[in-house]
């Protein structure tokens, strides 16, 4: 019957310190910094598999946890299955009775409300950022005439590993250009 922590941050320049003090009572503690969007957390998995029936996983904040209430319910059902509580330390939250329960639940679920509505906002200000003619991804590198002038050297049989290297552009920058509709196409 270990405590056993998880810590994240979300950036390589964030600092783990503060979560590592407050976990400090744990007997084993895995630590990544990596974005709960990002993908793959290994040392999230690497957690979930060590942890083992009579255990307590330990987090500062749910947030540090899972990305989604879905994924938080998933996290939950996995250590209900393994026969481990769950100790939430700034959010007071500790699963091993109804109440902690019940809180947990709660908050994934507002956690979850925040992260969507935080999106729409962001949504709606990008928008009106496009209704203002705000040009969003990268710029072009080449002009209309270097793209014509591209598929023009591709018809006569020069390789791509040549346009690559004679425009400074990457294998697949080359093919999207060659695809791009320029002034001179759209006619």
């Keep these: 019957m270990a405590l056993v922590g998880y810590a994240r941050v979300s950036s390589v320049g964030q600092s783990l310190d503060v979560q590592l003090d407050k976990l400090k009572d744990c007997r084993k503690i895995f630590q990544e910094k990596k974005s709960a969007a990002g993908g793959k957390r290994l040392q999230l998995t690497a957690c979930l598999e060590?942890?083992?029936?009579?255990?307590?996983?330990?987090?500062?904040?749910?947030?540090?946890?899972?990305?989604?209430?879905?994924?938080?319910?998933?996290?939950?059902?996995?250590?209900?299955?393994?026969?481990?509580?769950?100790?939430?330390?700034?959010?007071?939250?500790?699963?091993?009775?109804a109440t902690g329960r019940l809180l947990f639940n709660m908050l994934g679920a507002i956690n979850q409300f925040e992260t969507e509505i935080r999106s729409e906002r962001q949504l709606d200000g990008?928008?009106?950022a496009k209704e203002k003619g705000v040009k969003f991804g990268a710029q072009r590198k080449l002009t209309d005439g270097q793209i014509n002038?591209?598929?023009?050297?591709?018809?006569?049989?020069?390789?791509?590993?040549?346009?690559m290297q004679?425009?400074?552009?990457?294998?697949?920058?080359?093919?999207?250009?060659l695809e791009v509709k320029?002034?001179?196409?759209k006619n």
Aim: glycine share 2%; net charge positive.
């Design 166 to 177: 004679d425009y400074k552009l990457s294998k697949a920058s080359v093919y999207r250009y």
């Design 50 to 97: 060590y942890v083992r029936e009579g255990d307590t996983l330990v987090v500062t904040r749910l947030d540090r946890l899972a990305r989604s209430t879905l994924h938080l319910c998933q996290i939950a059902d996995e250590l209900k299955r393994k026969e481990v509580e769950l100790r939430v330390i700034d959010q007071n939250i500790n699963t091993a009775d």
């Design 182 to 185: 320029t002034e001179e196409t």
């Design 126 to 128: 990008i928008n009106k």
């Design 149 to 163: 002038e591209m598929r023009e050297k591709r018809k006569t049989g020069v390789l791509i590993k040549n346009l």
